[in-house]
Every structure is written in structure tokens, then in C-alpha cells.
């Protein structure tokens, strides 16, 4: 049902802010992604029928602005329309020619992410949650999932006082 209402929500967001040349983006996961631009602006405009991990996005998004993260130029149920990003080198090009500059990059970035206030009230997963999964049973070598519990646990345990946000992606 969510997707035979796609293409009506896509011309009601595409006159809403303006819209033009959109075109589906060739990196889908569980979302639908479009490029395109809004007036000269270059855009990329993501739709998820999961509304919760839309809004867990947003919430992650809104604190992340001024902060080194892409820009977030409006967002509904379901929807974020936000700048693209226009990448230029790629970092990890970078790191087989000079890793310890690409590190001190990888940490700058995230040093700035994590100065992102964590809202009082959110429903955004947190990184002990996520690493509960090491818990269960996979199907990796027993001596491997021990070596990552032993490593969350010294992980979690060196990090009890920070909160940071975490951004689904």
C-alpha cells in the first residue's frame, strides 16, 4: 500500500518545496531515495514507510546541525529533504597514503558528532542496546563472538559517563 502512494507523494513533496529534476537514486536499502535539486541547491530526498526510523533520524539530524553533518532542509512523517552531499576525494582514499592523517580526520569528524546534545526525551537506540546482539547466538566462530563481547564490554565499561547520539547509519 505505502508504495502505490509513492509516486502521489512524491509530486505533493516535489510542488511542496520545490522540486526539480528528481531521479531515483541506484543506492536503495530500506528506504527510497531520489536526488534533485531545490532551486540551485543539490538535494537528496528520502522516503521510508518506517516512519520511527525516519523520526529517529530526524532527531539524530536536528542535533548533528552545525556540527559537520548534512544539512537537513525539511522533513514530514516519513520523509527528510536534505542536502547532498557532493563528494570531492573520498577519506579512505586518503589512508593508504597518509593514515595517520585520515585518522585524526575519522576522529575530528566524530569528535564533533558526539559534542551533539542528546535530547532529554528520544527513542534513538543506544550503543549498549545495540551491542546486546552479541549476545545471541551467531553464526561466527565461538572464540570470535567472546573476543567482541570481551572488546564491548571494555568498550562500555571505559565509557560509562558519555552519552553520545547515535545516527542509524
Avoid at 531515495?33 to 521510508?48: N, V
Avoid at 551533539?116 to 563472538?145: F, G, N, R, V, Y
Wanted: glycine share 2%; aromatic share 6%.
Amino acid at each position: 500500500q505505502w508504495l502505490d502512494h509513492l509516486p502521489e507523494q512524491i509530486n505533493t513533496i516535489t510542488e511542496r518545496y520545490q522540486l526539480s529534476q528528481l531521479e531515483r537514486a541506484d543506492y536503495m536499502n530500506y528506504n527510497y531515495l531520489m536526488t534533485g535539486y531545490q532551486d540551485d541547491t543539490p538535494i537528496m530526498l528520502k522516503l521510508s514507510m518506517f516512519t520511527h526510523l525516519i523520526n529517529n533520524e530526524i532527531t539524530c539530524l536536528t542535533a548533528y546541525q552545525d556540527r559537520g553533518a548534512i544539512k537537513m532542509l525539511a522533513h514530514e512523517p516519513g520523509m527528510i529533504l536534505m542536502e547532498r552531499a557532493q563528494p570531492g576525494t573520498m577519506l579512505k582514499d586518503h589512508y593508504a597514503h597518509d593514515d595517520e592523517h585520515t585518522i585524526t580526520i575519522y576522529c575530528d569528524c566524530a569528535q564533533q558528532l558526539h559534542s551533539a546534545p542528546t535530547p532529554e526525551k528520544h527513542s534513538l537506540p543506544t550503543l549498549p542496546a545495540m551491542l546486546t546482539t552479541l549476545d545471541q547466538d551467531l553464526d561466527i566462530p565461538c572464540h570470535l563472538q567472546t573476543q567482541a563481547q570481551q572488546l564491548r564490554d571494555q568498550l562500555l565499561a571505559s565509557n560509562r559517563s558519555q552519552s553520545v547520539l547515535l545516527h542509524g547509519d
